[in-house]
C-alpha cells in the first residue's frame, strides 16, 4: 500500500510544524542540561545559640574549584526575617564541602537556613 502525499496546500504547514517541534525540543535539552549545572546546597542542622545567634550547617555542591557567596537567613516563629548573613566561602575541589556559619540576630530564631549560593 502507497503513502499518501501531503497536498500542496498543507505542505507549508507540516514543514512549520516540524522546525516547531525541533526547535521546542532544543530548547527542552538546553533547559535541563543548563539547571543541572552550577552551584548547589543543602540545608544541614541548626543550633539556636542564644536570642542574638544561629548557628548553621550547610553542604555545598560542584563548586568546581570556585569560591561561592551564600545568603543565610535566619527566621522567628512568624517566618519574620531576624537576621541575614551573606558569606564568602573559599574555592573547593571537592564535590560537597560542609561549612558552619554564625547569623547574627535582632530577635530570638527558631530556624536558620541557606537563603541562596551562587559563585563569586
Known sequence: ???????????????????????????A?????????????????FTVVSDREVKVTFYVTNQDNKPVRCRLEAQDIKHGRVGVRT???????YTTTE?????????????????HCEYR
Open 1 to 27: 500500500m502507497a503513502v499518501p502525499r501531503i497536498p500542496p496546500e498543507q505542505r507549508r504547514w507540516w514543514i512549520i510544524g516540524t522546525i516547531g517541534v525541533l526547535i521546542m525540543t532544543a530548547g
Open 29 to 45: 535539552i538546553w533547559w535541563g542540561v543548563s539547571a543541572t549545572r552550577g552551584v548547589s546546597w543543602d540545608n544541614g542542622p
Open 87 to 93: 558569606v564568602d566561602l573559599p574555592a573547593s575541589h
Open 99 to 115: 561549612y558552619t556559619r554564625t547569623i547574627p540576630t535582632v530577635a530570638e530564631a527558631v530556624t536558620g537556613f541557606v537563603d
